[in-house]
């Protein structure tokens, strides 16, 4: 098939936009929609000045995702004296899949000349991910503890490298299907956060001091071109997904929306573009939650309760 812009061989269709597009095209498109993002976002103040830079941690799992968005926001920063782009990589303890992403990640980082700061679970918190996933003393899905655990740590280092801004790549399927489970849940709070935390005007989530503002540039991009984009430039990511994935709801979701924009191409844009005018509504709709949060019992971080989720789930486990 040929390429909609040019008369090159395509290498991919974009159903959704119609368009066949040819491997330069197509690597074009992906990092326009990234920058225009960036720029949509504000996510590059205004005050940034080379003799006092903005930091931005990039949350580096290692895999395809956060590969690809370091390597698009080096390509345009690196020469930028009013950015200074740091990566976070988490080793949750996973037996050979978390090892070969760290050696991604790490390779990546020598690569792009990026630093790296290595942090992993059992430093932390005395836990590894294989071991809760054997025990579950509150029967969830792995998931569901990682997910509770990796935003504590990476809040945690993201303000201990001094970050105005913490980066995750978090592709257009991750998005919509987090909209789509907030929503079937019936889950209101979590929309209005989910907004305020890394949806909405950059200037109101520099508001909150109780966390590192959050962004999520790569967020307009499918998944399978981020995974097309890291096979054509050889990115060094690791492609394989987390053993424990599969017993999470989010799989289920995954699998509902690949036969969604199957049938109906164009369908996580819209979900997404929906929710995003929804959670908008939601956050309006309510108080700051900022001035509920107080600190931890136990550990001291930020939290509405009198014992952070993290700190109450280990505490579980503890008593297992």
Known sequence: MQCTKCDREAVTHAAY?????CETHFLRSVEKRVRSRIREDGLLPDEATPESPTTWVLGLSGGKDSVVLGAILQDTF??????????????????????????????FTEEFDVPLELVAYEDEHGVRMDDVAEDDPENMAPCAYCGVFRRDVLERYADELGADLLL??????????????????????????????????MEDRAEQDAFVPRAKPLRDVPESEVALYAHLRDLPAQIAECPHASEAYRGEIKELLHGLEDNHPGTRHSILSGYEELAKLAANAREDVSEDLGECDRCGSSTARDVCRTCSLLSSMELA
């Not at 936009?17 to 597009?21: I, K, N, P, W």
């Not at 690196?78 to 760290?102: C, F, M, Q």
């Not at 489970?181 to 709070?189: C, H, Q, S």
Request: hydrophobic content about 40%.
């Open 78 to 107: 690196a020469e930028d004296p009013r950015v200074e782009l740091r990566a976070l990589t988490i080793h949750e303890g996973i037996e050979g899949y978390r090892d070969e992403s760290v050696e991604a990640a790490e390779r």
């Open 17 to 21: 936009a119609g368009t066949h597009l």
């Open 168 to 201: 995750t790549g978090h592709n257009l399927d991750d998005e919509a299907q987090t909209a789509l489970m907030n929503v079937l849940e019936g889950d209101v709070a979590q929309i209005a956060k989910h907004f305020e935390a890394s949806l909405g005007p």
